[in-house]
């Protein structure tokens, strides 16, 4: 079978040259994305993905591979808050961080405790707002 799609997909791709547009494109995702202009609400954080800086008013979601309890902080570790994973059903657990409670110009700083493991991650991780 993958013989078969991959010439299916060749053939997609000439028509699509051929005529200058993209053959096969579902016209919900041209409004959604092309029309509309809609982005995702999230960024997204994973140990393969570190960001460093997060826009003002995105949601930071942090996923990982196993069940976590995130400690996280956005004034020096004065006050803390504490984020339990969910997991999604796909191998991933996430935490969201609203936008809200994140001022531009501040910092984040966070670390995980691994329930699984009975173990902290022994590291923070620091992401500025702006």
Not at 85 to 102: E, I, N, P, Q
């Amino acid at each position: 079978m993958p013989l078969v799609w991959v010439r299916s997909e060749y053939l997609c791709l000439a028509r699509s040259l051929e005529d200058g547009v993209v053959f096969d494109m579902p016209p919900q995702t041209v409004l959604r994305y092309i029309k509309e202009k809609t982005v995702s609400p999230f960024i997204i954080w994973r140990f393969n993905h570190q960001i460093r800086t997060l826009p003002p008013g995105k949601t930071l979601r942090i996923e990982t591979l196993a069940p976590a309890q995130l400690r996280w902080s956005a004034d020096e570790w004065q006050t803390s808050r504490e984020e339990t994973s969910r997991d999604t059903g796909l191998g991933v657990h996430v935490m969201d961080l609203s936008g809200a409670k994140l001022s531009p110009g501040g910092t984040l700083l966070f670390t995980f405790y691994w329930p699984e493991a009975k173990r902290w991650e022994g590291k923070n991780f620091k992401i500025k707002v702006r």
